[in-house]
C-alpha cells in the first residue's frame, strides 16, 4: 500500500503561482510514474499532468502546458506541481495519483493510488 498526502493548496488571485505537494508513503520501493488530477465543481476528474520515476518524461494537458511545471524528489518520495500564471479555470480540488507502471499515462484507470487532495481556488 501507498499512502499520498497533498499540501499546497489554498487561495490565489488570477495569475498568481501555487506550489502544491505530495508526499508519498508506504510501500514507495517500485519505480512508477506519478501524476497530478483535477476535479472542479460539476465537473469530471480530469488529468494535469505526470511525471516517469527518473523524471525524463513528462506530459502536460494542453490546458496547463506551459503554465505548471511537476517535478519529483526520488529520495524524499515526493512530487511537486508549480503552478504558475493561474486562471479562475484553474479553480479544484487537486489530487496526486502512483501510476500503475513506469509510463507517463493520462488516464485515470492507469493510477492506483491517490490522495485525498488539496483545493486550489482562483478568485478573478
Known amino acids: 500500500q501507498v499512502q499520498l498526502a497533498e499540501s499546497g493548496g489554498g487561495l490565489v488571485q488570477a495569475g498568481g503561482s501555487l506550489r502544491l505537494s505530495c508526499a508519498a508513503s508506504?510501500?514507495?520501493?517500485?519505480?512508477?510514474?506519478m501524476g497530478w488530477f483535477r476535479r472542479a465543481p460539476g465537473k469530471e476528474r480530469e488529468f494535469v499532468a505526470t511525471?516517469?520515476?527518473?523524471?525524463?518524461?513528462?506530459y502536460y494537458a494542453d490546458s496547463v502546458k506551459g503554465r505548471f511545471t511537476i517535478s519529483r524528489d526520488n529520495a524524499k518520495n515526493m512530487v511537486d506541481l508549480q503552478m504558475n500564471s493561474l486562471k479562475p479555470e484553474d479553480t479544484a480540488i487537486y489530487y496526486c495519483?502512483?501510476?500503475?507502471?513506469?509510463?507517463?499515462?493520462?488516464?485515470?484507470?492507469?493510477?492506483?493510488?491517490w490522495g485525498q487532495g488539496t483545493q486550489v481556488t482562483v478568485s478573478s
Open positions: 508506504g510501500r514507495t520501493g517500485g519505480r512508477y510514474a
Open positions: 495519483a502512483v501510476a500503475i507502471r513506469n509510463y507517463p499515462a493520462a488516464h485515470p484507470s492507469e493510477y492506483n493510488y
Open positions: 511525471i516517469t520515476w527518473s523524471g525524463g518524461s513528462t
